[in-house]
């Protein structure tokens, strides 16, 4: 079964940094794109990142764009989410995502709380 497992998460001060892992398995990870998701208190979720298969393209959300990298490390089978100059808007509880055989699967989330 497909399993989507999100770290990294916890409390920091704006302007700080955090690494964010999501570990894959059940499925051919070097064929399928992973995104970020995230979802704020009283907010719908929203798309931060995406990272394709092969790495060759990545899309980010222009509220992140500049201070967000998403990469891949294929043996590993984990995408990692580098955050940095983090805002307190940044604060939510951050998701990866997959769609595997026409299927949408969800890690459990990993808490970003960001303090001013």
């Known amino acids: 079964e497909v399993q989507l497992v999100e770290s990294g998460g916890g409390l920091v001060q704006a302007g700080g940094s955090l690494r964010l892992s999501c570990a894959a398995s059940?499925?051919?990870?070097?064929?399928?794109?992973i995104g970020w998701f995230r979802q704020a208190p009283g907010k719908e979720r929203e798309g931060v990142s995406c990272?394709?298969?092969?790495?060759?393209?990545?899309y980010y959300a222009d509220s992140v764009k500049g201070r967000f990298t998403a990469s891949r490390d294929w043996p590993r089978m984990t995408v990692y989410l580098r955050m940095n100059d983090l805002k307190p808007e940044d604060t939510a509880v951050y998701y990866c995502?997959?769609?595997?055989?026409?299927?949408?699967?969800w890690g459990q989330g990993t808490q970003v709380t960001v303090s001013s």
């Open positions: 995502y997959t769609r595997y055989w026409g299927r949408d699967w």
């Open positions: 059940g499925f051919t990870f070097d064929d399928y794109a």
């Open positions: 990272i394709s298969s092969s790495e060759i393209s990545t």
